[in-house]
Structure formats: structure tokens, C-alpha cells
């Protein structure tokens, strides 16, 4: 009975140390800027994007717009322009295409300040095709695998480019219902986020489809950079997530993002029965 009476009593005396506290949350976007710019060795008109975080989920972002946005190496320097104005959407000259060997920097002034970022490329490789399969409920396809997840030498960005608007009964319909893009990432870790990860759309497409494969190298530095976003997007919410953090960036203070350059490479194929 003695001890009941102290267990008691002991229940008391914490209670009697619980303090209700209101916490004055700040809810506050940050003004920092969001760059998405990765430059690669084909010649033509390249893009970098500049937005403002978001507040909310699925929020479309605003631009960044009217700001000055140059890049540059060792030989030449190019001034991007921002089309249509107010879009935050900025481009080089058509003539204009990353090489190796080069140091590339990413100047931005914007909202009275200047933010920087430097990379460099890797070089390219060639890759075998994708495997599709047949679904057993339909008649349609889906990719079944593209390229080993792991590999401690070459990461690797893949894109996928599906467009089945040419295959007979599709002809008709929106872009956005006989096109999609896929993306797959090879990386140099394996983490359990990723073994574990919450189970993805998949894309089914029609006998006849044209799939465009194109890989993009990844220094190690963005491949680090792609495995810490997706450890905070698609990987997140599956058996084993990791606590919310800041993606690493090499941006300058006040700047999120990252400044890549990637040689690409490209295979086209039919999807045959």
C-alpha cells in the first residue's frame, strides 16, 4: 500500500510541473532564392530558373524576375535573357554549349544582391536500352528497369522521354495524355530510404511508343546534391525517412539550388510486342 501511495503522489507532483506554453511560430517564407540550372554539351538555347520558396504544398512559385544572370568560364562569358519578360525564365544563345575541361560560373544579381555557384563536367558514356514489359491486365507496357541504381563510378541523371501521340487511337488526345518524362537517378550510395522508398506512379504506354533515352553525367558533388532531394521528396514517407533537412547547394548564401553541367548522351527506341 505504501508504495501505491508513493506512485501516487509522484504522479502528482509531475503533473504539477506541466506548464501550458504558447510557442510564437514564424510562418514566414524565407527571401532566399531558388535556382534550377544545369547547362550541357549540346548546342542549343539552355535555361536556368529562378523562383521563390513556397509557403504550401504543391504552391506554384513565383519568379524571380528582372534579374541579371551571366555564366562564364576561362574563355568566354555569355549574358542570359529572361523570355517572356516577368517569367524568371532565363536563356543563353542558341550557339551555346558546355565543354570539358572547362570551370563554368553561374553569376546572378537579384533582389540587390549577387549570388555565384561554380561546376564543371564529367564526360558522357554510352548505356544499353531500357527493358519494358507487358502488363498482365492490359495490353499496354511499362518501363521495367533502366540502369543499376548503385554504382561508385559514374552517376549518373537518366531521362526518359515517352511519346505515344503517334500510335493509332491515341492520336487525339492532350498532350498530357499520350506524353510523359520520367526521371531515374545512378548514385554512388545505397540508402535504405531508397530500398524502402514509397511506391511510385507507374507509366503505361502502347505498342508502337518512340521512348528517348538520355543520360546525363553527374559530378559527385551534384550527385550528392540529387540524393539529398530525393531523400527529402520521393524517398521520404516510405518504412525508414530521415529527419527534414536542408538540401546541400553549391550556391552562394541566399540561394538554394544547385549549378550543374552534364555531358549528355542518346538512344531512341520503338516499344515492339
Not at 501516487?8 to 510541473?17: E, V, Y
Not at 517569367?87 to 533582389?111: D, E, H
Not at 499496354?140 to 493509332?168: C, Q, R
Request: glycine share 6%.
Amino acid at each position: 500500500m505504501r508504495r501505491v501511495w508513493m506512485f501516487t503522489g509522484l504522479i502528482f507532483l509531475l503533473h504539477g510541473c506541466v506548464k501550458e506554453t504558447s510557442w510564437q511560430l514564424k510562418d514566414e517564407v524565407p527571401k532566399k532564392i531558388i535556382v534550377d540550372a544545369i547547362i550541357t554539351d549540346e548546342v542549343k538555347t539552355q535555361q536556368v530558373t529562378l523562383s521563390w520558396p513556397v509557403s504550401e504544398l504543391n504552391q506554384a512559385p513565383k519568379p524571380v524576375t528582372g534579374a541579371g544572370v551571366l555564366i562564364s568560364n576561362e574563355d568566354s562569358t555569355w549574358q542570359l535573357t529572361e523570355s517572356p519578360p516577368n517569367s524568371g525564365k532565363y536563356y543563353t544563345p542558341s550557339t551555346f554549349f558546355a565543354r570539358l575541361q572547362k570551370n563554368y560560373t553561374l553569376f546572378i544579381s537579384a533582389n540587390g544582391k549577387v549570388y555565384s555557384a561554380k561546376t564543371t563536367m564529367l564526360p558522357g558514356s554510352v548505356f544499353g536500352e531500357l527493358k519494358y514489359t507487358k502488363n498482365d491486365e492490359n495490353n499496354l507496357y511499362h518501363v521495367d528497369w533502366v540502369a543499376n541504381a548503385f554504382s561508385t563510378e559514374k552517376s549518373a541523371m537518366w531521362e526518359l522521354l515517352i511519346d505515344w501521340s503517334g500510335v493509332p487511337g491515341y492520336k487525339k488526345l492532350d498532350s498530357v495524355d499520350n506524353h510523359a518524362r520520367m526521371l531515374f537517378y545512378t548514385l554512388p550510395t545505397l540508402d535504405v530510404s531508397e530500398v524502402f522508398a514509397p511506391q511510385m506512379q507507374s507509366v503505361n504506354f502502347p505498342s508502337g511508343t518512340i521512348i528517348t533515352e538520355r543520360r546525363y553525367s553527374l559530378t559527385p558533388a551534384h550527385a550528392e546534391f540529387v540524393r539529398e532531394m530525393l531523400l527529402e521528396t520521393n524517398w521520404a514517407g516510405g518504412l525508414f525517412t530521415m529527419s527534414p533537412a536542408n538540401v546541400v547547394t553549391n550556391l552562394s548564401e541566399g540561394a538554394f539550388g544547385y549549378f550543374g553541367a552534364c555531358a549528355v548522351t542518346e538512344l531512341s527506341l520503338i516499344v515492339a510486342p
